[in-house]
């Protein structure tokens, strides 16, 4: 008789989700799922409201990220304006957008995975966290509270408040930069550059350490997707699409975003709520891709900074191909962070920063706008349609978390293939398997929306427990 393993809920990460290990009769791994057990439905909630609500609606999708959505959603609507906003107000957003890169990475990397790297996959689960860390190595812990804490003052600062912030609107910002709060950002730099290169160095001189998690924690080739500029450097805010693949080529390069529906398609599963994306030239399965730090860091020629751009030249000597392994997600991480803070100093000292002409206003003038942009998991698409009125009559959101399902599924398999024996389980197994899904820092809240008629499983359970009745859509 075949068994089943299930680790729910899977622990430290955003939102709401479980893993399915499957074992043949001599305990043996055959498959593995990972599952997301929560929906949003977004994409229908909002049909019927006025476009220019969209990007606040949009940030309550998550507590997390509200910035990406807030960025992209306004992105969206200023096609449907058909406006070109202001340069400077066209900075401020590039500057909010990397403040959440900042708060986010640091969230992920020293709040969530750092537990795992610091006292070991095989440590004491009690122990295996944040307050672990504190008591272990506390100026870790306080780099990363400090880094997480820069990244959400500066939100504040631009925006008015660190969570769900209205500052971004479609035409460009509500409120221009002060002198004094560009001043303030720019005090913390210093400070941020130093906490950004000694995690690198620290997180380096561990990677001997893990070899045998990085030979298989999602390990396999795969395409990479994200935003580059012209001249194939990192872009967060603005650039086309590039797709690189395993072997390192530039499978297409410069597509444009607004028309990313003739690149990418998308897929639905009956066990999980969220959608699995591929690179449409491919097909299914065979089109999965990866995006994020480490898919960013692939695609990339060059960051644009002294410092990010030395680390990148280390990082692609990592392997001759593409970096494959999503352990390096982590390192990845680390070097945009770096870059983020890096990047702000250039932005902020643009004499251009402190201009008060940020919004540019007008009717809606397409029925049809698209936004995309990287958020810290990724690219982040939003597509809106409207009617005569302005009013919202369909929406598509592709999610970052959503581009990775196919690969964080197949991670899934590897690891648990590698590490679980059916006969005699440990909980570093199991945990492993979770880390790897820590590696994609999936934000599980932003990322289960809709596509078409959704697949739905309805049971009535008896007070004992028994399943009396079930009924099962798609």
């Not at 969209?54 to 807030?70: D, E, K």
């Not at 058909?82 to 959440?100: F, G, S, Y």
């Not at 004094?180 to 160095?201: K, N, V, Y």
């Not at 299914?284 to 060059?302: C, K, T």
Request: with cysteine; glycine share 8%; charged share 20%.
């Amino acid at each position: 008789m075949t068994k089943q393993i299930v680790i729910d809920p899977i622990s430290r990460i955003e939102g709401h989700a479980k893993i399915t290990i499957h074992l043949d009769e001599q305990g043996v791994v055959h498959n593995a799922y990972f599952h997301v057990t929560q929906f949003r439905g977004f994409e229908k909630l909002c049909v019927g409201r006025p476009f220019y609500e969209m990007p606040s609606l949009m940030a309550r999708i998550c507590g997390i990220c509200p910035v990406s959505h807030l960025i992209a959603s306004a992105k969206a609507c200023d096609a449907l304006l058909a406006v070109r906003i202001p340069q400077t107000a066209d900075k401020l957003r590039r500057i909010l957008n990397l403040a959440q890169i900042i708060q986010s990475h640091a969230l992920s990397f020293f709040h969530l995975s750092s537990p795992d790297f610091l006292l070991g996959m095989d440590s004491e689960p009690a122990k295996r966290n944040l307050f672990g860390v504190m008591r272990a190595k506390p100026e870790l812990a306080r780099d990363g509270i400090r880094l997480r804490q820069f990244g959400q003052q500066v939100i504040e600062l631009l925006g008015g408040k660190r969570i769900h912030p209205a500052w971004v609107v479609p035409g460009g910002v509500s409120e221009p930069l002060s002198v004094a709060h560009r001043d303030q950002i720019l005090a913390g730099l210093p400070e941020c550059i130093s906490i950004g290169e000694r995690t690198l160095h620290w997180f380096k001189s561990l990677l001997d350490k893990y070899r045998d998690e990085i030979k298989s924690f999602g390990n396999f080739p795969s395409l990479f997707l994200g935003l580059v500029k012209p001249d194939g450097r990192i872009a967060f805010y603005e650039g086309k699409l590039r797709v690189v693949d395993a072997a390192g080529n530039i499978v297409a390069d410069q597509l444009e975003a607004a028309a990313y529906q003739a690149h990418i398609a998308e897929a639905v599963e009956p066990w999980t709520y969220l959608k699995f994306p591929y690179y449409k030239p491919l097909g299914y399965h065979e089109g999965m891709y990866r995006v994020g730090p480490l898919a960013r860091l692939n695609i990339s020629d060059r960051c644009g900074t002294a410092r990010a751009d030395q680390e990148l030249a280390e990082f692609h000597e990592l392997q001759r191909t593409a970096v494959l392994s999503s352990f390096y997600f982590h390192y990845a991480r680390l070097i945009e962070i770096l870059f983020a803070v890096e990047r702000l100093e250039q932005i902020l000292t643009d004499p251009e920063i402190l201009d008060r002409h940020v919004r540019a206003f007008a009717r809606p003038n397409s029925n049809e706008g698209v936004g995309v942009a990287e958020a810290p998991r990724g690219t982040l698409i939003h597509h809106y349609r409207v009617d005569e009125n302005g009013l919202i009559t369909w929406v598509n959101l592709v999610i970052a978390t959503g581009h990775n399902n196919l690969a964080m599924n197949r991670a899934v398999l590897q690891v648990a293939k590698r590490y679980v024996n059916g006969q005699r389980l440990s909980e570093g197994m199991l945990n492993r398997v979770e880390a790897v899904i820590r590696a994609y820092d999936p934000c599980l809240s932003c990322s289960t929306h809709a596509a078409g008629q959704m697949p739905l499983q309805i049971q009535l359970v008896s007070p004992e427990g028994k399943v009396v009745d079930e009924i099962r859509r798609g």
